[in-house]
């Protein structure tokens, strides 16, 4: 009986935890209704593996079943959100000047793109950025990376601006 407490408890916090980090994820992201979605569950399924807890304090194997289970619903929400990947992210393409064709290829590839032409240590550069869906980005990065192996490349997720 004290093994199956134990699992519950621990699946509990799992779930409880992969909510938070998800309910936290949306909040950034600008997704209120969601977040707030995620609130109410997230506060529900601890309170119930709160009190299976708090019912038995002299017991250990539920004190490290409820640790393992926030430690475990940690890895596991971040690998949710990241699979999920809600939003999008500004990917940003440096190349010298002289390598033409970034830009039409991730126009020809149906991204939006604007160029700025820039002054780089070693001369002048061309910096290609595109707002790309998140779950997009790594695919562009890897076909960016084919075409033009010396470009430099950085990816930043976005946070959307809202003025209500």
């Not at 440096?94 to 002054?119: I, K």
């Amino acid at each position: 009986m004290l093994l199956l407490s134990g699992a519950l408890i621990f699946s509990l916090r799992v779930v409880d935890v992969s909510l938070g980090a998800l309910r936290i994820s949306m909040i950034f992201r600008g997704r209120r209704g969601l977040a707030g979605l995620f609130g109410f569950f997230e506060s529900l399924v601890w309170l119930i593996a709160a009190s299976l807890v708090l019912g038995k304090l002299d017991n250990p194997i539920q004190f490290i079943a409820y640790a393992s289970g926030y430690a475990t619903g940690t890895m596991l929400g971040s690998t949710v959100e990241r699979w999920l990947a809600i939003g999008d992210a500004m990917v940003r393409v440096v190349t010298p000047a002289a390598s033409q064709g970034l830009t039409s290829l991730l126009r020809d590839a149906g991204h939006y793109v604007t160029v700025v032409n820039a002054q780089g240590r070693d001369g002048d550069v061309q910096v290609n950025l595109s707002v790309v869906p998140r779950r997009k980005a790594p695919r562009l990065m890897a076909m960016i990376n084919q075409a033009y192996p010396e470009a430099f490349i950085t990816y930043e997720e976005t946070t959307p601006f809202r003025l209500a």
